[in-house]
């Protein structure tokens, strides 16, 4: 098992950038894969960005080229770096890990992306 903690959202610009944290219980060094989420007000969570422990990454379409996941093992954390905002990136962002085929959520913090 696992706790994870996100932090480092907020209210920001369109234009603007913020970098999310994603701080976990445990040692994540062999957490294989970690994503980051997103949900915006009435629609499905989606997946943003994904890391593997090899460091191989994968983004959705709507955020490559702006969106940066990375993992530091030492400090067992993950973060979502988040240049270029939108107002659709406007969301609840979760952390998620899988362990042992089992998904396990942050309790998600806000960005909002003005206009």
């Known amino acids: 098992q696992v706790q994870l903690v996100e932090s480092g959202g907020g209210l920001v610009q369109a234009g603007g950038s913020l970098r999310l944290s994603c701080a976990a219980s445990?040692?994540?060094?062999?957490?294989?894969?970690m994503d980051w989420y997103r949900q915006a007000p009435g629609k499905q969570r989606e997946l943003v960005a994904t890391?593997?422990?090899?460091?191989?990454?994968d983004y959705a379409d709507s955020v490559k080229g702006r969106f940066t996941i990375s993992r530091d093992n030492a400090k067992n954390t993950v973060y979502l770096r988040m240049n270029s905002l939108k107002p659709e990136d406007t969301a609840v962002y979760y952390c998620?890990?899988?362990?042992?085929?089992?998904?396990?959520w942050g309790q998600g913090t806000q960005v909002t992306v003005s206009s």
């Open positions: 998620n890990a899988h362990i042992s085929g089992a998904p396990y």
């Open positions: 445990r040692s994540i060094f062999s957490i294989n894969v």
């Open positions: 890391i593997t422990s090899g460091g191989n990454t």
